[in-house]
RNA sequence: GCCCGAGUGGCGGAAUAGGUAUACGCGCAACACUUAAAAUGUUGUCCGCUCUGCGGAUGUGGGUUCGAUUCCCACCUCGGGCACCA
């Protein structure tokens, strides 16, 4: 037999699977599995070796769905806008769409030297307008139901660039390009309500086959805590400067500050008050603030402090006292100081605490910046002292306890922001709003869409979003009463983009809907979602709540969107760091493929280790897998119509363990498990035209090419890409006897042969007999014995 | 600092409803084939010792158990994520 020639087998492959179109999504109305992956942003620097792990994972898997009788649909797209190619267009003047079409040519056709099954019918573009159109359709729908709104918001903005920055842009609190300081400006931005949906968030992902780490990582990002608020009355030597009936009209908060706490039950422990530097109170008590010119200038630095200003600070906590402002302690009616802190944040809770600095690090850590009173309130175990009529509660009982004693409330608050979705970008769609003097904000209606981002546009280093300055873009009449009107000119951030594509898919080419009903209902929800570890929280969050918010409009019946979801691990490179352009440690996987061949990578990437662990790249370790496809190559030299039982035997082991496998994503122990079976057959020379017609099929999702040749060979009905996946049989695996381990105390020192169905007591009896245990047993006496049937048998004695 | 994950041969790793630790692969060594090399094949390869045998070993130290890589407690190291959330 020829040597096996991977160039041309592979090459011959790929043209035929094409030409046939074997990877069509299913429509013969089987059940359906919908094979999703995250979907890439086509970086100009192309593919290395890290990045398709994950599709040829899912690629296994959704070929062995098929040969299992399932419709799969397994599509692939670009999730092209983004700030690199408007940066690079900033450089070089070229236009980021040129730059994102060249990117994703090339990016396809390394992933087509894979020989993954995607449905390339099925593509789909976020940069193009057939595409944003729809994200701009999703927006206004938002938008009409209250989930989408406007508000000030502070950006990291650069004075010297007149513009706003990532937070990626940012480093060391300068700007990236031209270095200058980088303050915090406030803006109108579009927000989307993510808000509104904090509970179902955290309550829904009970139901997830997801790793729980990231369903953790998910709640502990929108950090539902519940506590109470609680009111600290002004002393009355503080409320004699204010007329507070003029200026407060909420009868209830009138001379108070209301915190929020979750430890209501250390109530008594509360020694100080903190306010944000943003508290609008600060203001209201101007006149009472004895030193309010120390005060302004804390708050005015404090509010202008990038979030690496504040997170530099680390333990040196700074603020000022509030002269002249005295509240009362409800709980013992002690008159306690207030202070302003930066390390309280106005957009917390109240924006107002009560300090406790003998059960919180941070309130401990200021109290004795500045000397103040720490008392304990609860002990180790968790019950009250100092604290009055409470003492010897438990804190869980104090809690309730306390809160109604002060007339405090229970309250539920959230980490969870809403999602600040306008971005003063071009290379973004656009947000599909006009204002007009007259009318104000109107939307565009959904019959003009999509809103095309303007080509009249310069790329200068500095000033505003080209889009701004778009004069074609612009110059509209407003929708609803025909006078001048202006567009929006932000764009919408790409995670708007990427939250709902998985929807398109089912239905790409619609040009009426952004789905149709039934194209939704026939593959929603995802069933199977793999990608990286770094979108943990940020796009499975918003994926997840734009399902639920397109499901409160009544656009989809389902609520969540990805029913399981698996994490690939990270391939490092050879010296153990990151692989990176910068480091001059990336490989390429075109090399790779050239040198070994598709199957060769694809059983490396999946033989290397656990699917979600990181590990290093080694080229070295290729071989192996080379060696196996060459081998495999070998034993079809050796196919006979003669089987005997412990092939059999062998080969429907293999089966069961390679299906069960793929569908835990345990692929590295698939191939070993394959290496086994190929091992057995290459040592006895011989294999039945049955079997090797089932190994090979079992096979196929790992090293389609050569599973298709030898197919083609030995087998030549259709194609194997196309055969359904073989079933073993349960009697062929069982065998009658097996090795079992004896053991004395615990200690193995025989291994003996006996039958399955042998009684603990035969087994005992023969294990006796054995020359070496009769040698641990002798002058003792058998206390007990255990016997764990097939697997081990243990012989206590004293 | 907090949260999550992981520590097993020279290396990547296998085995966890507790049951023969080191499967599979890389590397290394010897042998076969060869004028030679490559390729391929065969054999060996956790460590130690007084070596037909015995003892030890899954980051460290304890515990539960007839039996622990697997469960529990404490600690150490590495990787990832988040940043003062009251």
């Not at 000022?320 to 002690?334: C, F, R, S």
Request: hydrophobic share 35%; glycine share 6%; net charge negative.
């Amino acid at each position: 037999m020829s040597e096996y020639n991977h160039k041309e087998i592979e090459s011959k492959w790929q043209k035929k699977w094409s030409e046939k179109k074997v990877y069509e999504t299913g429509i013969e109305g089987k059940e359906k599995c919908y094979v999703l992956d995250m979907f890439p942003y086509p970086s100009g620097s192309g593919l290395h070796v890290g990045h398709p792990k994950g599709y040829i994972a899912t690629d296994i898997y959704s070929r062995y769905k098929r040969a299992n009788g399932y419709d799969v649909l397994h599509p692939m797209g670009w999730d092209a806008f983004g700030l690199p190619a408007e940066n690079y267009a900033i450089k070089t003047q070229i236009h980021p769409q040129e730059t994102t079409e060249k990117a994703i040519v090339n990016f396809k056709e390394q992933i087509k030297g894979l020989s993954l099954s995607y449905d390339w019918d099925r593509e789909i573009n976020t940069s193009s307008p057939e595409y944003y159109r729809w994200t701009q359709w999703i927006f206004l729908q938002l938008y009409k139901n209250g989930l989408a709104y406007k508000k000030n918001a502070k950006v990291n903005w650069c004075e010297s660039c007149k513009t706003v920055l990532a937070n990626e842009q940012v480093v060391n609190g300068g700007c990236d390009r031209c270095g200058n300081v980088v303050i915090q400006k406030e803006l109108p931005q579009w927000f989307f309500k993510i808000t509104d949906f904090s509970d179902e968030l955290i309550d829904d992902l009970d139901a997830l086959d997801w790793p729980e780490s990231t369903k953790i990582s998910q709640k502990n990002w929108i950090g539902r805590s519940s506590g109470a608020e609680i009111e600290f009355q002004l002393a009355a030597s503080t409320r004699t400067n204010v007329d507070w009936t003029q200026t407060n009209t909420d009868k209830n908060s009138v001379g108070s500050i209301k915190v929020f706490t979750t430890r209501p039950d250390t109530l008594f422990g509360a020694t100080y008050v903190v306010l944000a530097p943003e508290h609008p109170l600060l203001e209201e008590l101007k006149d009472s603030i004895e030193n309010f010119v120390y005060v302004e200038k804390y708050t005015k630095k404090a509010i202008n402090k990038t979030d690496l200003e504040r997170i530099s600070e680390g333990k040196n906590k700074t603020g000022i006292i509030l002269e002249g402002v005295i509240v009362i302690n409800p709980a013992n009616g002690k008159e306690i100081p207030v202070f302003v802190a930066d390390y309280v944040l106005g957009g917390y809770g109240t924006g107002a605490i009560m300090a406790v600095p003998a059960h919180d690090e941070r309130d401990n850590e200021f109290a004795k910046k500045y000397d103040l009173e720490i008392i304990e309130v609860v002990d180790e175990v968790g019950v009250l002292k100092n604290s009055g009529e409470f003492d010897g509660l438990s804190f869980e009982e104090a809690k309730i306890k306390i809160t109604e004693k002060v007339g405090g409330s229970i309250k539920t608050t959230y980490r969870l922001r809403d999602w600040l979705v306008s971005r003063q970008r071009y290379w973004g769609a656009p947000i599909p709003i006009i204002f007009c003097d007259k009318c104000g904000e109107v939307s565009v209606p959904e019959a003009d869409l999509p809103v095309v981002l303007p080509t009249d546009v310069d790329f200068m280093p500095t000033g505003e979003s080209p889009i701004e300055k778009s004069e074609s873009f612009h110059n509209i009449k407003c929708p609803s009463c025909g006078g001048s009107a202006r567009r929006e000119s932000d764009t919408l951030d790409t995670f708007v983009c990427s939250s709902w594509y998985y929807l398109r898919f089912t239905d790409p080419n619609n040009f009426k809907e952004f789905a149709s009903k039934p194209s939704i209902k026939r593959w929603m929800p995802v069933d199977v979602y793999v990608g990286g570890a770094e979108h943990t929280v940020l796009h499975l969050l918003y994926a997840r709540f734009i399902t639920k918010a397109l499901q409160k409009i009544g656009h989809v019946d389902f609520k969540e969107p990805f029913l399981s979801l698996r994490h690939q691990g990270l391939i490092i490179a050879e010296d153990g760091r990151k692989m990176s352009k910068s480091f001059g440690n990336v490989v390429n996987p075109d090399d790779v493929i050239d040198t070994y061949g598709a199957d060769s990578m694809r059983l490396y990437e999946m033989f290397m280790g656990p699917f979600n662990d990181s590990i290093s790249w080694n080229t070295k370790n290729i071989l192996g897998v080379r060696r196996f496809v060459e081998k495999v190559w070998r034993i079809s030299e050796f196919i006979t119509d003669k089987s005997n039982q412990e092939e059999d035997r062998i080969i429907h082991t293999t089966v069961k363990k390679v299906g069960d496998d793929i569908q835990d994503f345990k692929f590295n122990t698939a191939i070993s498990a394959l290496m086994v079976c190929a091992k057995h057959l290459e040592e006895q020379k011989s294999v039945s035209k049955e079997n090797f017609k089932m190994f090979i099929q079992i096979l196929a999702p790992f090293a389609p090419h050569l599973s298709e040749e030898l197919w083609s060979i030995y087998i030549g009905e259709g194609l194997i890409v196309k055969s359904r996946w073989p079933k073993y049989d349960e009697n062929k695996i069982k065998s009658e006897n097996i090795n079992i381990a004896v053991q004395i105390n615990g200690k193995v020192r025989a291994v003996l042969e006996v039958g399955l169905s042998e009684s603990e007591e035969d087994v005992v009896g023969k294990a006796l007999k054995i020359n070496s245990i009769q040698k641990y047993a002798e002058g003792f006496n058998i206390k007990k014995t255990i016997y764990i049937k097939g697997k081990v048998l243990n012989i206590v004695v004293m």
